[in-house]
């Protein structure tokens, strides 16, 4: 265990589905992010919270929709996903400036498979 | 953050040491170099960071080359349990976004 936790490990999803991935880490860290990893391909930097604060969008289609109740939960909601959506989902935590110490600590990801 | 260089693959005999270049030209002065692995299906995990001077922790060894345009990661004595990909990524320190390369994927073989 990293410190953060996501559920669950692997989710199947219909296209006309709604289902949402969690992430709880009980570091202390003040900042959150979402990041999607395709088969074969570099993560992708999907979403960035600060204190609560969403502070990052990199252009994410709306059928995906962040959620940070507060410093230590994040969520995802999904709806209305396509099969190209299928990947790895990973967490991740961090102080706001994350330099001095490990960075960012990540989670195990949810293995989502669209069909 | 300034961009990094990786070579896209090597490979390493189980016990040898294994040294993974990186080249990052456009470092500028308050960016660290950290150095993260990620082991198939599993999320990226922490190895070890610097800034200016050579650093060492339980799992490697980082080396900065003087100017800080490159460095290189040292894992003293390779396991098959070390196979995964190395991503190099220079980190702005007020507030920089971890950002993902192709890294390099490393293969430990018996």
């Known amino acids: 265990e990293t410190g953060v936790t996501q559920t669950p490990r692997h989710l199947v999803m219909g296209m006309t589905n709604k289902k949402s991935l969690k992430c709880e880490q009980h570091?202390?860290?003040?900042?959150m992010y979402w990041y999607k990893q395709s088969a074969k391909k570099p993560l992708e930097l999907m979403f960035v919270?600060?204190?609560?604060?969403?502070?990052e969008n990199n252009s994410v289609p709306s059928r995906f929709s962040p959620e940070c109740p507060n410093s230590s939960h994040l969520f995802l909601h999904l709806h209305t996903l396509q099969p190209e959506d299928s990947a790895l989902y990973l967490c991740?935590?961090?102080?706001?400036?994350?330099?001095?110490?490990?960075?960012?600590?990540f989670g195990s990801g949810t293995r989502l498979t669209v069909v | 953050d300034a961009k990094t260089t990786q070579p896209t693959s090597m490979d390493c005999a189980e016990g040898r040491a294994a040294n993974l270049p990186c080249n990052h030209s456009?470092?500028?002065?308050?960016?660290?170099v950290y150095w993260y692995r990620q082991i198939h299906s599993q999320g990226p995990q922490y190895i070890i960071h610097?800034?200016?001077n050579n650093e060492t922790n339980e799992m490697a060894s980082l080396i900065i080359t003087e100017d800080r345009k490159s460095s290189t990661l040292i894992l003293p004595h390779a396991t098959l349990r070390d196979t995964a990909v190395y991503y190099c990524?220079?980190?702005?320190?007020?507030?920089?976004?971890?950002?993902f390369g192709q890294g390099t994927e490393l293969s430990v073989k018996p």
């Open positions: 990524i220079v980190l702005y320190n007020q507030g920089g976004k971890l950002i």
């Open positions: 610097g800034l200016k």
């Open positions: 456009t470092i500028s002065g308050n960016e660290y």
């Open positions: 991740a935590s961090s102080q706001s400036h994350p330099t001095g110490g490990t960075g960012y600590t």
């Open positions: 570091l202390g860290h003040n900042a």
């Open positions: 919270y600060n204190f609560k604060e969403q502070t």
